[in-house]
């Protein structure tokens, strides 16, 4: 079974700095996927940015960005020129590789990281 | 516009009570998920459809039932037998398996509240 593990419940930035939450995992799999979700207090799940196992590059998604370090099963997310709008809770998340033919993807999710920007 | 509807927003249950919370979606999508958050928790499968017809158990599915009867639709009824339902549920669907990279990532409903009286 895969686990997800978010080692920072809390954290908090200024704006316009850069901020990174951090989440290791555990799997045997060689084959999966990782994310980050983001839930704002409307309660909506947003996706972050993702990234594939077998890609080395680490994605980038505009503002933020990733630091995929497959060895050490770590992900963390960075999110450089904080805004306001990026108070939210931020969830990191596991999926094994799904095979051709089938549709169903299993999320394993972290506790989540609650982050706050200040002006 | 394409989305993930979940009704009602708020919900109230008495004691020996069945509820159930609406999931209604028009991308398209094969395969719907239902997924209960809790505190500190982060967010835990309930139940996943990915045909018609088609519905497995996911990790935490002991008090709830679910139905597919059409492809937009995924129905999560929470039973009396469910002697925990105070949580917030969310509603999730992705596309089939003929997409590639795509069906790896899921949408997200905004969520129903569920309270016990």
């Known amino acids: 079974a895969q686990t997800v593990t978010q080692s920072q419940p809390e954290m908090s930035v200024q704006e316009a700095e850069t901020v990174t939450l951090s989440c290791t995992y555990d799997?045997?799999?060689?084959?999966?996927?990782l994310f980050w979700y983001k839930q704002p207090p409307s309660r909506q799940m947003i996706l972050v940015i993702r990234?594939?196992?077998?890609?080395?590059q680490n994605a980038t998604e505009n503002r933020f960005s990733v630091n995929f370090q497959k060895a050490a099963k770590s992900f963390s997310l960075k999110i450089s020129d904080s805004q306001l709008g990026d108070t939210a809770m931020y969830f990191c998340?596991?999926?094994?590789?799904?095979?051709?033919?089938?549709?169903?993807?299993?999320?394993?999710f972290g506790q989540g990281t609650i982050l706050t920007v200040h002006p | 516009d394409g989305g993930i509807t979940q009704s009602p927003k708020y919900l109230f249950r008495k004691e020996g009570q069945n509820v159930t919370l609406s999931c209604e979606q028009n991308?398209?999508?094969?395969?719907m998920y239902w997924y209960r958050q809790d505190p500190g928790q982060g967010l835990r499968l309930i139940y996943y459809?990915?045909?018609?017809?088609?519905?497995q158990k996911g990790d935490i599915a002991e008090g709830y039932s679910v139905s597919r009867e059409k492809k937009e639709s995924f129905p999560l009824t929470v039973t009396s037998a469910q002697k925990n339902p105070t949580a917030f549920y969310l509603c999730?669907?992705?596309?089939?398996?003929?997409?590639?990279?795509?069906?790896?990532?899921?949408?997200f409903g905004a969520g129903t509240r569920l309270s016990v009286l």
């Open positions: 999730a669907s992705s596309v089939g398996a003929g997409a590639k990279l795509a069906k790896n990532i899921q949408y």
């Open positions: 799997t045997s799999e060689s084959n999966y996927y």
């Open positions: 990234q594939e196992a077998y890609k080395q």
């Open positions: 998340a596991f999926m094994k590789h799904v095979p051709s033919g089938t549709s169903y993807g299993k999320l394993t």
């Open positions: 991308l398209n999508h094969d395969a």
């Open positions: 459809s990915q045909i018609v017809n088609d519905f």
